[in-house]
Every structure is written in structure tokens, then in C-alpha cells.
């Protein structure tokens, strides 16, 4: 007698809440959810579809098994050793993390267990960062004659020049509490509380205006590769767009009555 094999479990869990929240694990427990290209690929295509689905209000993402990423494959990347295999794989992850940046959906990083190399870079990609007290954080390449020079790109625009080079330098891990004072991470809570306060952020977000958030957004990143007399002609751009939205008319409107907005949520 012949059995079926099993259907092999995908590489990216989805899961869609009607309240606007999608949660997207990472699903590779066995390999400590390391960014094979397949993974890249399977994450790239949750983000493309994600971006343009207004239902879609906030974006969580998280690891199943013990760690939230381990970084690139290793093995997938020393069975391939090319230099156009290796550009590739650069270059798909580089486009993932600004994809990250680029939709309109604020994405928080569920962090529980390790996060090394460009899990780590994943992190500091991400809008927004929770950790368990039990997390660990480090690029370390470099422990493997490898420096880290694309996780750098996310490291430096989070932490101070100093503190990213020590970290790309000596591939030393840190602590959830010392990632959150470098400014890597937003919030660090017990392990057995990860999810309750996940839950409480992105109720805020979820509670205010979509239009703002969606537009907030992305000026956040754009004003931030600006000079400063072209980042305030931007922004005030933006604001006065946003001024213009019934959601703004309808919060002004409901500060001054004292009660809560109805957003149109749009």
C-alpha cells in the first residue's frame, strides 16, 4: 500500500484578524527560521499582497519554534557559492526590508528568542519592535570572516554610530534591555506576556485614523533621506493633505465635543 506524503507546511504563516491586524510567522522552527530564498520569497509575497489590501490596518511579524531568525541560510549559501548566486540572494533580501519601509501598514517585530545576522536586520527594519526579556540580539558574520554589511544598513539607522559598529564588530550578543536602550527594539516585556502586549500596541494604532497612519508613514521615511529645509517643505505638504481628510475634520471635531472619533477607516 502507497500513502500520500504529507503536504509540506508553508514557509510563511498568515493569519487575518477582522479588527485590521495580520500576524505573518516565519516557519522554518528546524532551521531557527533562517532566510533561505525560498523563505525571502514567500515573505516578499505576503508583504506585495499585504500593501495593497486597505483591510490590512497592522502587520506583525513573528517565528514559530525557539528563535524569531537566525539570519541567512548558511548551508543554502556555501551549496550555492557564486557570486551571482550571491547577489541575488543580497539583493532579494535588500528589496524585502525596503518593501518593509515602502507599504503603508505599520509592521511590528515580534521578537521571543534570538534574532542574529539579518534576523537581526529584520528587526531593525520593522516599524516597530516587541521583545521578550529573554531575547537575544547580534550580527555576528564577523565571528565567520563575514561582516555584516547589510544588516549594518539597517543597525545604523537605529542605534547610535558607536553602538552599531561595536555590534557589527565584535558579533557580541545583547540583552532585550540593552537592545531597547540602544533603540533597537520599542518594548520589553516577560516571555509570558509577549502577546498581551503586542495586543495593547497595536490596539492604539488600530484605534487611530487609518488616513494618518497610512500617511504618516510614509513620510516618516521619506523626510528622513531629506536635507532639513526640504524635509519641513515636505512635510507641511503632507500635513496640509492630511489636514484636508474627513478623518482629521471628523477628530478635530471630536476633541472639541468631547467624545471619541468615528473614523471612516479609508
Do not use: W
Amino acid at each position: 500500500m502507497t500513502t500520500t506524503p504529507a503536504a509540506e507546511e508553508p514557509l510563511v504563516l498568515r493569519t487575518d484578524r477582522a479588527d485590521g491586524l495580520t500576524t505573518l510567522t516565519l516557519n522554518r522552527p528546524g532551521q531557527f527560521n533562517s532566510l533561505s530564498k525560498d523563505m525571502l520569497t514567500a515573505l516578499q509575497t505576503e508583504l506585495d499582497a499585504i500593501a495593497g489590501n486597505e483591510s490590512v490596518r497592522v502587520v506583525v511579524v513573528a517565528g514559530a519554534g525557539k528563535a524569531f531568525c537566525a539570519g541567512h541560510d548558511l548551508k543554502e549559501m556555501r551549496g550555492n557559492h557564486s557570486k551571482e548566486f550571491m547577489q541575488a540572494l543580497f539583493r532579494q533580501c535588500g528589496e524585502l526590508m525596503l518593501t518593509i519601509t515602502r507599504m503603508p501598514q505599520p509592521v511590528i517585530a515580534r521578537v521571543h528568542g534570538i534574532a542574529t545576522a539579518a534576523g537581526c536586520q529584520l528587526v531593525s527594519m520593522c516599524d516597530l519592535a516587541v521583545a521578550a526579556d529573554v531575547a537575544k540580539f547580534a550580527v555576528s558574520g564577523i565571528n565567520v570572516g563575514l561582516f555584516c554589511s547589510t544588516p549594518a544598513v539597517g543597525l545604523a539607522r537605529n542605534l547610535g554610530r558607536k553602538a552599531a559598529l561595536e555590534m557589527l564588530l565584535t558579533g557580541d550578543f545583547i540583552d532585550a534591555m540593552e537592545a531597547r536602550a540602544k533603540g533597537l527594539i520599542n518594548r520589553v516585556v516577560p516571555a509570558d506576556a509577549l502577546d498581551a502586549e503586542i495586543e495593547r500596541l497595536t490596539q492604539n494604532i488600530l484605534a487611530k485614523s487609518a488616513v494618518a497612519v497610512r500617511m504618516g508613514k510614509g513620510m516618516f521615511y521619506k523626510q528622513l533621506e531629506m536635507g532639513l529645509v526640504e524635509a519641513y517643505t515636505y512635510a507641511g505638504e503632507v500635513m496640509a493633505c492630511n489636514m484636508m481628510s474627513e478623518d482629521a475634520g471628523e477628530g478635530i471635531d471630536a476633541f472639541m465635543q468631547k467624545r471619541r472619533p468615528a473614523y471612516k477607516g479609508c
